[in-house]
């Protein structure tokens, strides 16, 4: 199993970004997927989950509204599409596959004027 992200950068409150998770090594489309964020000294804490088939999605109260996570089957990737970005919004962001629980290496967001 392996989870590569990408995506991440230093972008300015208010700005977007587009996060990446390329997944192998397991059947991709039979699990449900989650992103989840660490701030320096904070515990990890869960962003947005969508299932398998992409057809349910649930999302952290403090992204509600701002953050969308979509999935492609057919590539093997699932996203999370980050608008309105705020400076605690800044973390290492992870992806996951669960079940047993795999983990990407993470991408650093950084949200700063």
């Known amino acids: 199993v392996q989870l590569v992200e990408s995506g991440g950068g230093l972008v300015q409150p208010g700005g977007s970004l587009r996060l990446s998770c390329a997944a192998s090594?397991?059947?991709?489309?039979?699990?449900?997927m989650s992103w989840y964020r660490q701030a320096p000294g904070k515990e990890r804490e869960l962003v947005a989950t969508i299932t398998s088939t992409g057809g349910s999605t649930h999302y952290a109260d403090s992204v509600k509204g701002r953050f969308t996570i979509s999935r492609d089957n057919a590539k093997n990737t699932v996203y999370l599409q980050m608008n309105s970005l705020k400076a605690e919004d800044t973390a290492v962001y992870y992806c996951?596959?669960?079940?047993?629980?795999?983990w990407g290496q993470g991408t650093q967001v950084t949200v700063s004027s």
């Open positions: 996951q596959r669960p079940y047993p629980a795999y």
């Open positions: 090594g397991f059947t991709f489309s039979d699990y449900t």
